[in-house]
């Protein structure tokens, strides 16, 4: 298991590039708008782990959501798995809670997310890599 990236919930991308890109020297390996999820994202490469930054592109949904209530800051750090399955069930055979069901990527990256209730207070990824990525 390794930490695959950790994603930060913005009001406006560019500002936030001022800062991890000009300011921070991180260089920006993607940027692009997941209209399904609701959300602009710019990677930014980090060792073996990325940083997201996540724009809503809509004020009410989950990410427009968190902002209002909690302001900017960190959304959900996401850890890498090999087998997404086998985690999810040891973690709902511990007690623990799911926000999602698994869900998949078009590049076949399956994910799911954590109940922050059963993580305290961090919302966790799951994220099990397409083979060959
Ligand atoms: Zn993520």
Redesign the pocket.
Known sequence: MKID?V?IAVHDLDAALDFYRDALGLEVAERREVPAEGVEIAFLPLGESEI?LLRPLEADNSIGRFLAKRGEGIH?I?LRVDDIEAAVERLVAAGGRMATEIRSHASGTRYAFVHPKSSHGVLI?LYEKAAGR
């Open positions: 990236h994603a997201e959900h996401c990824e």
